[in-house]
């Protein structure tokens, strides 16, 4: 990966995920790689690379490389939740060992495309699978409650994969206990994952959410949520 760098797309990813002092992600480094180029060496390494050499990537002080392990991690969990694995034994032991080293580390998918490239494909997809690690809501609910913005993001963006599968109780156990974070990343993930709600399991519910909160949420979140809606349907929702 480092023999791929690209110092004009250094600069450019910078900039585009705040890396300068004061901002979201100060200090972060980047290769200068674009996503295509890192999914191509996942390709390369995702089918042999044991687990126990992941957290060398998740380590790493380039972004592109700790997306690089999270993508891996992804790609084996998937392998491992087939419909014909789902209660395979060793199945589970492997998707709950990747869970694990997942939340181990999870401080190190530290901006919001890490985030989101990775969470509603392990953690959300877990979600809706046997496991032997415990009450799922008490771990997420740990993510939920941590100081670390990322894993809070994580609680919030996993629920798009039980959304996509019609099941709406994580995204709303998650947007209201989050519906008054102080960052704008949440916002937007919060509103977010309300309009695929709307959008994959009923737009009631998502109706039935802003007549509770629509006074109190921020104006971020709200115009997320409310983003497919018909022009006359937001401008109700946003004078509210």
């Not at 790689?33 to 957290?55: C, I, M, S, Y």
């Not at 740990?142 to 019609?166: D, E």
Request: charge should be neutral; proline fraction near 5%; aromatic fraction near 8%.
């Amino acid at each position: 990966m480092e023999s791929l760098q690209d110092e004009k797309q250094r600069q450019v990813l910078m900039r585009f995920f705040k890396t300068g002092p004061g901002e979201y992600g100060h200090g972060d480094e980047f290769l200068g790689l674009k996503v295509p180029q890192t999914r191509e060496v996942v390709k390369l390494a995702a089918w042999d690379t044991p687990l126990d050499e992941v957290p060398e990537l998740l380590m790493s002080r380039w972004h592109e490389v700790r997306l690089c392990g999270l993508l891996i991690l992804v790609d084996q969990f998937s392998k491992q939740a087939t419909k014909r694995l789902a209660n395979d034994e060793k199945a589970i032991a492997t998707r709950d060992a990747i869970v694990s080293m997942y939340l181990q580390y999870a401080e190190q998918a530290n901006n919001w495309d890490l985030v989101d490239l990775s969470a509603p494909k392990i953690l959300g997809h877990w979600l809706l699978l046997p496991t032997h690690l415990g009450d799922k809501q008490q771990i997420l609910d740990g993510l939920a409650s941590s100081p670390c913005l990322w894993k809070q993001r994580m609680s919030m963006v996993c629920t798009w994969k039980t959304l996509q599968q019609g099941d709406p109780s994580w995204c709303l156990r998650y947007a209201e206990m989050h519906l008054h974070h102080p960052h704008d990343l949440m916002h937007k993930a919060v509103g977010w994952m309300l309009r695929e709600m709307g959008k994959r399991c009923s737009m009631d519910l998502l109706q039935q959410f802003l007549e509770r909160h629509a006074h109190e949420m921020p104006r971020t979140a709200l115009r997320y949520a409310i983003e497919k809606m018909s022009p006359a349907e937001r401008e109700h929702w946003m004078s509210r």
